[in-house]
Each structure stands twice: as structure tokens, then as C-alpha cells.
């Protein structure tokens, strides 16, 4: 499983509407930059009380980029 396929998963267990998450890499010389997208009522979910969610997101999605020896930076649209 890749980092895109984890941070799906997760952010559709997440979710009221998971038919709705989106999630497309953009890839960089050396960064990625991973988008989620979700329906607008969701975006809170995602994002967590203070963030929190959002942070373990991007810890999970850290750990997922050292195995694949590359970075990843994940993007919240709304």
C-alpha cells in the first residue's frame, strides 16, 4: 500500500461521505505534495479539534515517505 492508497483508507474512516474523498499526488523533483479533498462538511473532521487529525495525518504520512525514501507534504483543500 502506497502513501496515497494510507492517507485514502484513513480519511474515508474519518468521514460522514466517504464516496466524496479525493486524493491526488502532485509529484516534485523532490517533494510530493499529496491533496485531499473531501465534502465541505467534512473538512472539520479532517482537520481535528486544534488540528489534531490533521497533524497525525501528516505523522503517518511522514513515516510512510521514509519508507519510500522520498517527502511528503499533504494539502487540506476545501
Known sequence: MNATQLLENLAKALVDSPEKVVVQ??????????????????VGKVIGKKGRNAQALRTILGAAAMKEHRNLVLEIVD
Open 25 to 42: 499526488e502532485l509529484k516534485g523533483k523532490n517533494t510530493s505534495v499529496i491533496e485531499l479533498r473531501v465534502a465541505k462538511e467534512d
